[in-house]
């Protein structure tokens, strides 16, 4: 059999002779098979699509080269006179000898209409001329990877990287939908003009149920092409067989863009399904081979031609270590030149220089984001076909096999947007187009609306009549009130349901109990989106406006620079893919592979004193910088009523050593408030939507003089009121500081210090500051500007995250320290002292105690047995899912630090905690600073021998 045959099978093959025929010269079988399949006749020069919604005159479409063929379709390409827009035409036959290939091509219409994502060939529309039926596709001109590879013997591993990452995204997909493609081959692999990948022919998708019925519903029926076919197909009994046979074909795919060949290619099919029943393949030896495949690669594949429960879903497939031992390209970087030659010797960089290593994983994570998969991802809820198939049907809008002349089937979302924005150009009210689309979609409409033709009718009628009726009466307040609701709850003011009214707001306002109400919302919004852009204009305005902080502490002479990726929206998006990937850790039962990645020591938060009652935070780093985080405070002291400066921030690097002896006459910057012969000091302005704003300001202009009689140093006068301003968060981080340094305590509990702080390997001038704080009860969150993330527990451990959620520093109580806390409420002072550092994978770190079967391929570290007890012993795991509630309480209200301060909604850590020998009760307080919430500030006390005892706030 032909390497790359492009036949498809749908029964085994018993007959001998078939198999014969089957290993001829390519030429005949192919003449054979074409005639055996019954192909529809070449096109006529001109094919014309009937009048419809859409298209009141109809559309014609003059057709061009022959594309390709398959198994009962033809392929042409079609351009539209009109647009001059080039589309794909896929041909069938209208009457078709057997009512099962039917059943089967009306699947295929309604699976793939209901496909929408940028690595799935597009569906446009299906009709019928001159007895054929013509589905209008998405034009991928660059062939497909079986073109390519048959032009090029093999392809190279960074373009398999870029092309697995937008089949793995494609898959995710399918499945999120409940569909299983189950022909998964390259020679269904298209190429668009930019060389990304596009999915395409369902013509063997199989659609499963959602919900609970998705593990019990197994398809069983034979299917694919021998060289993909996944060996559950084949298997007699009647387990049959689900979403994992797209897996397999991936990994057979790989191996065969690598190799020029799939793994288990044989002269006969039976001999191809035993090889893959045994999983027997060989990679091809090096002496031998023209491409380069490294042992990443060849581990993948083994993982993806696992056992059916065994193979990785998609999400995980991408994290896998073949997708950073090399360079992963970009975009622009996968030329048309691709499809005819390899890549040039240096078209892709190698991972020698750290930069080249950087720029690949940057790559990964952008790729990884535009074809929606990978830990980086958002969580998506994806609506079931077989619901959206149930919609289609009960408004009489499933096509009939064969399609009738002059009916066009479009896809059921693009034909109810149009309605939609029909109503809009009429004139019709947001609150009752969304009535209207609920009444559409409700489960009466299968009575009340027998096909497309009469629904329109009835939605120009409604519009007409209601049209009528309201210009007969007047319009209501109430009326105008309920609409403005129903804008904010449609999700397109996105600022606007930060605050905890519009969330409240929004769940009183989602009546999504069925898809009929989902489709309709989800219509309206798309609505509003087009219509907003007027309508906000002058709110949008307003807003810019007010972001700009009239009282700032910039003086228009500073130099002030935007700070990078401080923007709320990315710092969300970027909190949103780490609670996916803490989520995933979490949800992992296995160590992560090794990584040759050298990490340095963290710089973290050692020292702090929380004054959030009135003016903010200030902290002690382990590289000896010195900052404070200060709340919006007013921008004149003489005059509170005047305003408040926006939040702010400032930082004194490598300052901690002045504090200390600024009092010793033999420092060089004795008597100083700040170390005036040190680095420039920075200051940050937080400006809401637009982000953090920095300046750096010469530490001279903040030298201080004795007074006449012999006074301490003081700070002088300022010389305007910018200036003014920053003297003033001067003197406040000076008293921070001192207090840090002299007494060494929080003001509401003990001071936490880091007991290996001279042997961190930190880089004083590193651009490292805290731009957020937060606390919940006794459970402290620093947020850096670079997206790590710094929890400190009431148990005196620290958790560090980098911003991608992948490696976790931990500094914990050794192991008995740990347990004698947990169990008896104890802990000695001379523990703190013995405190120590792991840092691992997140991943790793949370299995430490699985049993793992070190091998070549898998690459796992090995893990000293002395630590593997400590993430246990101080309840990481139990953190991180702490830690996860509180990412989740921001990405749910739409940013960080907005959390719920309700006496019985508030998060509280219900981990081990001191109880004998310290003083009771204390104070709990919840707060944040330079985020995204309000100032507001909440304190209760709280007896850690009784921890479920709630006392009512107090005031502060």
């Given at each position: 059999?032909?390497?790359l045959?492009?036949r498809d099978?749908?029964?085994?093959?018993?007959i001998?002779?078939?198999?014969d025929?089957?290993?001829?010269?390519?030429?005949?079988?192919l003449?054979s098979t074409h005639?055996?399949?019954?192909?529809?006749p070449?096109?006529p020069p001109?094919?014309?699509?009937?009048?419809?919604f859409s298209q009141?005159?109809?559309?014609?479409?003059?057709t061009?080269?022959?594309?390709?063929?398959?198994?009962?379709?033809?392929?042409?390409?079609?351009?539209?006179t009109?647009?001059r827009?080039?589309?794909?035409l896929?041909?069938?036959k209208?009457?078709?000898?057997?009512?099962?290939?039917?059943q089967?091509?009306?699947?295929?219409?309604?699976?793939?209409?209901?496909?929408?994502?940028?690595?799935?060939?597009?569906?446009?529309?299906?009709?019928s001329?001159q007895?054929?039926?013509y589905?209008?596709l998405?034009?991928?001109?660059?062939?497909?990877?079986m073109?390519?590879?048959?032009?090029?013997?093999?392809?190279?591993?960074p373009?398999?990287?870029?092309?697995?990452?937008?089949?793995a995204?494609?898959?995710?997909y399918?499945h999120?939908?409940?569909?299983?493609?189950?022909?998964?081959?390259?020679?269904?692999?298209?190429?668009?003009?930019?060389m990304?990948v596009?999915?395409?022919?369902?013509?063997?998708?199989?659609?499963?149920?959602?919900?609970k019925?998705?593990?019990?519903?197994?398809?069983?029926?034979?299917?694919?092409?021998?060289?993909?076919?996944?060996p559950e197909?084949l298997?007699?009994d009647?387990?049959?067989h689900?979403?994992?046979?797209?897996i397999?074909?991936?990994?057979?795919i790989?191996?065969?863009?690598?190799?020029?060949?799939?793994?288990?290619?044989s002269?006969?099919a039976?001999?191809i399904?035993?090889r893959?029943r045994?999983?027997?393949?060989?990679?091809?030896?090096?002496?031998?081979?023209?491409?380069?495949?490294?042992?990443?690669?060849?581990?993948?594949?083994?993982?993806?031609l696992q056992a059916?429960?065994?193979r990785?879903?998609p999400?995980?497939i991408?994290q896998?270590a073949?997708f950073?031992c090399?360079w992963?390209?970009k975009?622009?970087?996968?030329?048309i030149?691709?499809r005819e030659?390899?890549?040039?010797q240096f078209?892709?960089?190698?991972?020698?220089?750290?930069?080249?290593?950087?720029s690949?994983l940057?790559?990964?994570e952008?790729?990884c984001?535009?074809c929606?998969v990978?830990?980086?991802?958002v969580?998506?809820?994806?609506?079931?076909?077989?619901?959206?198939?149930?919609?289609?049907?009960?408004?009489?809008?499933?096509?009939?096999v064969p399609?009738?002349?002059g009916?066009?089937y479009?896809?059921f979302?693009?034909?109810?947007?149009?309605?939609?924005?029909?109503l809009?150009k009429?004139g019709?009210s947001?609150?009752?187009i969304?009535?209207?689309?609920?009444e559409v979609?409700?489960?009466?409409?299968?009575?009340k609306?027998?096909?497309?033709?009469?629904?329109?009718?009835s939605l120009?009628?409604h519009h007409?009549n209601?049209?009528?009726?309201q210009r007969?009466?007047?319009?209501?307040?109430?009326?105008?009130?309920?609409?403005?609701?129903?804008?904010?709850?449609?999700?397109?003011n996105?600022k606007?349901?930060?605050?905890?009214f519009?969330?409240?707001e929004?769940?009183?306002?989602e009546?999504?109990?069925?898809?009929?109400?989902?489709l309709a919302?989800?219509?309206f919004?798309?609505?509003h989106?087009?219509?907003?852009?007027k309508?906000?204009h002058?709110e949008?305005?307003?807003?810019s406006?007010?972001?700009k902080?009239?009282?700032?502490?910039?003086?228009?002479?500073d130099?002030?620079?935007?700070?990078?990726?401080?923007?709320?929206?990315?710092?969300l998006?970027?909190?949103?893919?780490?609670?996916?990937?803490l989520?995933?850790?979490?949800?992992?039962?296995s160590i992560?592979?090794?990584?040759?990645i050298?990490r340095?020591k963290?710089v973290i938060?050692?020292?702090?004193?929380?004054?959030?009652?009135?003016?903010g935070?200030g902290?002690?780093?382990?590289?000896?910088s010195?900052?404070?985080i200060?709340?919006a405070?007013?921008?004149?002291p003489q005059?509170?009523q005047?305003g408040?400066?926006?939040?702010?921030?400032v930082?004194?690097?490598d300052?901690?050593?002045?504090?200390l002896?600024?009092?010793?006459?033999n420092w060089k910057?004795?008597g100083q408030?700040?170390?005036?012969t040190?680095?420039?000091i920075?200051?940050?302005?937080?400006?809401?939507?637009?982000?953090l704003?920095?300046?750096?300001?010469n530490?001279?202009?903040?030298?201080?003089?004795?007074?006449l009689?012999?006074e301490?140093?003081?700070?002088?006068?300022?010389q305007?009121?910018?200036?003014s301003?920053k003297?003033?968060?001067?003197a406040i981080?000076?008293?921070?500081?001192?207090?840090?340094?002299q007494?060494g305590?929080?003001?509401d509990y003990?001071?936490d210090?880091?007991?290996?702080?001279?042997?961190?390997e930190?880089?004083?001038s590193?651009a490292t500051f805290v731009?957020f704080?937060?606390?919940?009860?006794?459970?402290?969150?620093?947020g850096?500007?670079?997206?790590?993330?710094?929890?400190?527990?009431?148990?005196?451990t620290?958790?560090i995250?980098?911003a991608?959620?992948?490696?976790c520093?931990?500094?914990?109580?050794p192991i008995?320290a740990?347990?004698?806390?947990e169990e008896?409420?104890?802990?000695?002072?001379?523990t703190?002292?013995?405190?120590?550092h792991?840092s691992?994978p997140?991943?790793?770190?949370l299995?430490?105690?699985?049993?793992?079967?070190?091998?070549?391929?898998?690459?796992?570290?090995e893990?000293?047995?002395?630590i593997?007890?400590?993430?246990?012993?101080?309840?990481l795991r139990?953190?991180?899912?702490f830690?996860v509630?509180?990412?989740?309480?921001?990405t749910t209200?739409?940013?960080?630090?907005?959390?719920?301060l309700?006496v019985?909604?508030?998060?509280?850590w219900s981990?081990a905690r001191?109880k004998?020998?310290?003083?009771?009760?204390?104070k709990h307080?919840?707060?944040?600073v330079?985020g995204?919430?309000t100032?507001e500030r909440?304190?209760?006390?709280?007896d850690?021998?009784?921890?479920?005892l709630i006392?009512p706030d107090?005031?502060?």
């Open positions: 059999m032909e390497a045959s492009p099978v749908n029964a085994r093959i018993r001998n002779h078939a198999v025929q089957a290993v001829k010269p390519s030429t005949a079988p003449k005639k055996e399949k019954d192909h529809p070449p096109p001109e094919v014309i699509e009937p009048a419809s009141k005159d109809g559309v014609i479409y003059k061009g080269q022959l594309l390709g063929r398959g198994g009962f379709a033809v392929c042409y390409e079609g351009q539209n009109n647009t827009q080039k589309y794909a896929k041909i069938v209208s009457h078709m000898p057997q009512k099962k290939m039917e089967k091509f009306q699947t295929e219409l309604q699976i793939h209409s209901k496909m929408n994502q940028a690595n799935i060939v597009e569906f446009h529309k299906a009709f001329y007895k054929c039926t589905i209008v998405e034009l991928c001109p660059n062939g497909s990877l073109d390519m590879v048959k032009k090029r013997k093999y392809i190279t591993e373009e398999v990287r870029f092309w697995t990452v937008q089949m995204g494609a898959i995710k399918m999120g939908k409940g569909i299983i493609h189950r022909d998964l081959k390259m020679g269904n692999i298209f190429l668009d003009k930019n990304n596009k999915v395409g022919d369902f013509g063997l998708a199989a659609l499963l149920m959602s919900g019925d998705w593990q019990a519903c197994r398809r069983t029926t034979l299917c694919g092409t021998p060289n993909y076919i996944a197909i298997s007699k009647k387990s049959g689900d979403h994992a046979v797209d397999w074909s991936l990994g057979i790989i191996f065969a863009m690598l190799t020029g060949k799939p793994p288990f290619q002269a006969t039976d001999e399904y035993r893959a045994e999983r027997d393949y060989d990679w091809p030896k090096l002496n031998t081979s023209e491409n380069f495949i490294s042992k990443e690669t060849k581990d993948l594949v083994s993982e993806l059916p429960q065994q990785p879903l999400d995980k991408v896998h073949f950073t090399g992963t390209p975009s622009e970087e996968m030329t030149s691709l030659r390899h890549p040039d078209q892709f960089p190698s991972l020698d220089k750290e930069d080249n290593l950087i690949s940057r790559n990964l952008s790729l984001l535009q929606e990978g830990p980086w991802t969580p998506r809820k994806y609506t079931s076909t077989y619901r959206e198939v149930e919609e289609e049907e009960k408004l009489g809008l499933t096509p009939a399609l009738a002349e009916v066009v479009r896809p979302h693009t034909w109810l947007q149009e309605q939609v924005k029909n809009n009429n019709e947001a609150v009752n969304l009535q209207l689309l609920k979609v409700s489960p009466a409409s299968k009575k609306y027998k096909n497309g033709s009469s629904l329109r009718s120009r009628s007409r209601h049209a009528i009726q007969e009466k007047p319009h209501s307040s109430a009326n105008q009130d309920y609409e403005r609701k129903i804008y904010t709850t449609s999700g397109i996105k606007q349901t930060r605050s905890r519009d969330q409240n929004q769940r009183s306002h009546p999504l109990k069925d898809l009929g109400d989902k919302v989800d219509m919004n798309q609505l989106i087009f219509d907003a852009k309508d906000n002058s949008h305005k307003t807003h406006n007010h972001s902080a009239p009282f700032s502490i910039f003086h228009k002479s130099i002030v620079k935007e700070v990078p990726d401080s923007k709320p929206d990315f710092i998006s970027r909190l949103r893919r780490l609670k996916v990937e989520e995933r850790s979490l949800s992992s039962r992560a592979a090794e990584t040759s050298p340095k963290p938060v050692v020292k702090w004193v929380d004054y959030t009652n009135k003016y935070l902290y002690i780093l382990s590289n000896g010195v900052g404070s200060f709340r405070i007013p921008a004149s005059d509170p005047k408040l400066n926006p939040p702010t921030c930082l004194i690097r300052s901690e050593k002045h504090l002896n600024q009092n010793n006459p910057d004795y408030l700040v170390p005036i040190g680095h420039k920075e200051f940050y302005e937080n400006r809401g939507d637009q982000g704003f920095k300046a750096e300001v530490a001279a202009k903040f030298k201080s003089v004795p007074g009689n012999g301490m140093f003081k700070l002088g006068i300022g305007d009121e910018f200036d301003r003297k003033e968060r001067i981080w000076r008293k921070f500081g001192n207090y840090m340094t007494y305590r929080d003001a003990p001071l210090e880091n007991p290996h702080q001279s042997n961190l930190a880089d004083s590193a731009n704080y937060q606390r919940w009860g006794d459970v402290g969150c620093w850096f500007d670079d997206g790590r993330l710094q929890f400190n527990f009431p148990d005196h620290k958790i995250l980098s991608d959620g992948t490696w520093d931990f500094y914990h109580l008995k740990a347990r004698d806390l008896k409420g104890i802990l000695l002072p001379q703190l002292d013995e405190r120590q792991l691992y997140l991943q790793t770190m299995n430490f105690t699985i049993r793992t079967i070190r091998t070549r391929s898998n690459r796992q570290p893990i000293d047995p002395k593997l007890d400590i993430p246990e012993a101080n309840n139990l953190k991180i899912e830690i509630q509180c990412i989740n309480e921001w209200n739409g940013g960080i630090g907005i959390s719920d309700s019985e909604g508030r998060l509280r981990g001191q004998v020998d310290t003083k009771v009760p204390y307080v919840w707060v944040c330079g995204r919430a100032d909440k304190v209760m006390w709280f850690p021998r009784v921890p479920d006392l107090i005031d502060h």
